[in-house]
Structures are given as C-alpha cells and as structure tokens.
C-alpha cells in the first residue's frame, strides 16, 4: 500500500493534545495506506501493527510544543530520510514552519497535505503561509477566512474532525467520577475545559458563575497551563475567584489524563470564548462530551458555534449575562440537559466518527497519488 508519513508533535500516550489526538484516530482509520507518525525514541505509540512509528524525537521531547532542535531533527527527516509516497503534516501554519515544510517537500518531490489544526491568528497572510498542494481546514468558519485571504479555492479541502465515540455515563460512572476528583456526589457540576491564556471564556465563566443563584454548584476548572502566559493567567483567574467570593466552589484540575471520566462525571460542559485560537476548531473535548451526551456550550461567532445544528450544542453570547443565562437554565432543568445532551451525541455519531474521516483524507490522498 502506498504510504504516507505524518508529521507532528510526538504521537502516544497520554492522550491529552487535540492535535496529536487527530494523527492517532485518522492513522487508525486508514484502510488503503500505511501511515508512519513521529514517535520519541523507545516509547510505544500504543496504536497497533497497522501504525509504524518513526522515532524522530528524542525521550525527553515536550509534548506540546518541539523545540528548535526537535524541529530540525524533522526537517532532517523530511530532507534525508526514506521518502514516503506521500507527507501529511500538522500543525498551526506560520512563517518559519511553513518555509521549512515547503523547501522539503519541493527538494524531495513529495507531493503533501497540511491540515491546519489551529487557524493563524486573524493579521496574518493565511495565502503566504499555505505551502501544501491540499490545505485541509476543519470548519465553514476557517474555510471562509482561508478564501477571504486569496487561498485557491482548489487547495483547500474541508473535513471535519473525528473522534472515537465514547459510552455515556450510567450512575455508577457518575458516581466513581465524582470520587476519582473528590467532587461531591449530589451538587451540580459545570466544567470549563477551555484556554486560560487566549480569549475571555475563563473569565467570563468565573463572572456568570459567581452570579448563579444556585449556590450548591461547583465549577470545575480542567484547563492545561501549558505556557507561561497560561500560568499567570491561571494566578489572575485564581485571585478573581477569591475576589468574586465563590473560590471555595472553584476546583482547579489542572492538567489530567483522565478527562473522559472527568467529562463522564459533570452535568454542563462550558466552552463560551470568543476566540478558539491556539486550540482546534471543533475541540476534541467538546466533541467527547457530546459524545457522553453532556449539554455543550461554545460562544457565538466561533468554529464551534457550527456544532449547534438542530440543537446539538448552544451558542451564547460571550458575556457575563447571556453565559449566566445559558448555565442556570441547564443547572436548573434536568430534562433540558437530557435533550441537548442526546442531540449532541446524534450530531457526534452522524458527522464525526473515525471512518468517514479516514475515508475523505484517502480520497485526497488519492487524487496526489494517482
């Protein structure tokens, strides 16, 4: 079978990156290519005979951002390594990055695909930095913003993201959820697993909750630090909870390798931001607790707000008031979460499962390896 190598951050375990989440289930969906993913030395992918690992990074290679020297280990890779049929690459599209993607796969003849996992902040030229014969883009939202700067419209491709559906919760799942994170068993529990560095949904979801009259309710922070910025945002976000008198119903989870079960345990998952940069169009998170049918909220105006078709999520107005809205009337009514909960399972089963994926990334494949 022909083969196709994907570049990225390094693909195993644990599996708490959107990006590197979308390598492993479209490798594992591929039925008419062999895929290779970057792996680091002497650490198992965990993805099966199907799946070769191509060790790139070395043990100690950080799992969200390679640095320069992990950086050029690829770029030697792509320059000097076995040529595959055909290179996918991943990742947020920008000047450097790109220039090195173009040079490699124009010096080997490679022909190749670049799935744009996050979308280029809104200043920069998206025609300059697209170097890939395809450019595939995971929502309306992101494609419209791609033609607007002069992409072609013949090099760019839109297929959403996929995931592996997951079993919603029974009561006793619930149950040994709540007691994994020490959370109470009975109190409403709303959970904001989005950015803390980019946007305004941390802090927003802070101000509505502080003014919820349900004052038995816990909010849960799930949110990685993984940046500098992200850990100072994460100490004014603390020092405004204190302010706002509700830091003893806030519980911070930091990063965890047990999401799903922490997603399995809450009422509400909240994702109100006005702004998904730096994260995936259609988080995976939020396409995981649709996927356990948890109601969903995302802001209006973002790649996310296209997941409320037919009432699958709901998209709110990212301020205080209209976030407040949206969370006291989930809190309060168990039959309405119910329903959103359901919808979005459906839409999560009928449009991003794994094989659907898999089978519109081979079609592409095939029109540049034919």
């Known amino acids: 079978?022909?083969?196709?190598?994907y570049v990225s951050k390094p693909?195993?375990?644990?599996?708490?990156?959107?990006?590197?989440?979308?390598?492993?289930?479209?490798?594992?969906?591929?039925?008419?290519?062999?895929?290779?993913?970057?792996?680091?030395?002497?650490e198992d992918?965990?993805?099966?005979?199907?799946?070769?690992?191509?060790?790139?990074?070395?043990?100690?290679?950080?799992?969200?951002?390679?640095?320069?020297?992990?950086?050029?280990?690829?770029?030697?890779?792509?320059?000097?390594?076995?040529?595959?049929?055909?290179?996918?690459?991943?990742?947020?599209?920008?000047?450097?990055?790109?220039?090195?993607?173009?040079?490699?796969?124009?010096?080997?003849?490679?022909?190749?695909?670049?799935?744009?996992?996050?979308?280029?902040?809104?200043?920069?030229?998206?025609?300059?930095?697209?170097?890939a014969d395809k450019n595939v883009v995971l929502s309306a939202h992101t494609e419209a913003r791609m033609l607007a700067a002069g992409v072609p419209r013949e090099r760019l491709v839109r297929i959403p993201p996929a995931i592996a559906p997951l079993t919603p919760p029974d009561a006793a799942a619930v149950a040994?959820?709540?007691?994994?994170?020490?959370?109470?068993?009975?109190?409403?529990?709303?959970?904001?697993?989005?950015?803390?560095?980019?946007?305004?949904?941390?802090l927003t979801v802070l101000e509505a909750f502080a003014a919820m009259p349900q004052r038995d309710a816990i909010l849960v922070m799930a949110c990685r630090a993984k940046t500098a910025g992200a850990r100072e945002a994460e100490q004014q976000l603390r020092a405004q909870a204190e302010q706002l008198g509700i830091a003893p119903r806030v519980v911070w989870i930091g990063e965890t390798n047990a999401i799903h079960t922490l997603l399995a345990a809450v009422d509400v998952v909240l994702l109100p931001t006005d702004t998904l940069y730096a994260k995936m169009d259609y988080?995976?998170?939020?396409?995981?607790?649709?996927?356990?049918?948890?109601?969903?909220?995302?802001?209006?105006?973002?790649?996310?707000?296209?997941?409320?078709?037919?009432?699958?999520?709901?998209?709110?107005?990212?301020?205080?008031?209209?976030?407040?809205?949206?969370?006291?009337?989930?809190?309060?009514?168990a039959s309405l979460r119910a329903d959103h909960g359901e919808r979005g399972r459906q839409r999560?089963?009928?449009?991003?499962?794994?094989?659907?994926?898999?089978?519109?990334?081979e079609a592409l494949y095939d029109e540049l390896v034919a």
Request: charged letters at 20%; a positive charge.
């Open 348 to 361: 999560v089963l009928s449009a991003y499962t794994r094989a659907p994926m898999a089978a519109a990334y």
């Open 176 to 202: 040994s959820g709540r007691a994994l994170f020490d959370l109470p068993a009975t109190a409403p529990l709303l959970c904001y697993p989005g950015d803390l560095e980019f946007g305004r949904g941390a």
């Open 45 to 131: 992918h965990s993805l099966g005979s199907t799946v070769e690992a191509d060790p790139i990074y070395p043990a100690s290679a950080g799992g969200f951002a390679p640095g320069m020297k992990d950086n050029a280990r690829v770029m030697g890779r792509l320059l000097i390594g076995r040529a595959p049929d055909l290179v996918h690459f991943f990742f947020a599209p920008n000047p450097k990055s790109s220039a090195a993607g173009r040079l490699a796969t124009t010096l080997r003849r490679m022909p190749s695909v670049h799935t744009i996992c996050s979308a280029p902040r809104e200043e920069q030229a998206a025609a300059r930095v697209l170097f």
């Open 283 to 333: 988080p995976l998170v939020i396409l995981e607790a649709m996927s356990l049918g948890k109601p969903v909220v995302v802001g209006l105006g973002t790649p996310a707000e296209e997941l409320c078709t037919g009432g699958a999520a709901l998209a709110t107005e990212v301020s205080r008031d209209a976030v407040l809205d949206v969370m006291t009337r989930l809190t309060d009514s």
């Open 1 to 5: 079978m022909p083969s196709v190598l």
């Open 11 to 42: 693909v195993a375990p644990p599996w708490n990156d959107s990006s590197k989440n979308l390598v492993r289930d479209l490798a594992l969906g591929l039925t008419r290519y062999t895929p290779a993913v970057m792996t680091r030395r002497g």
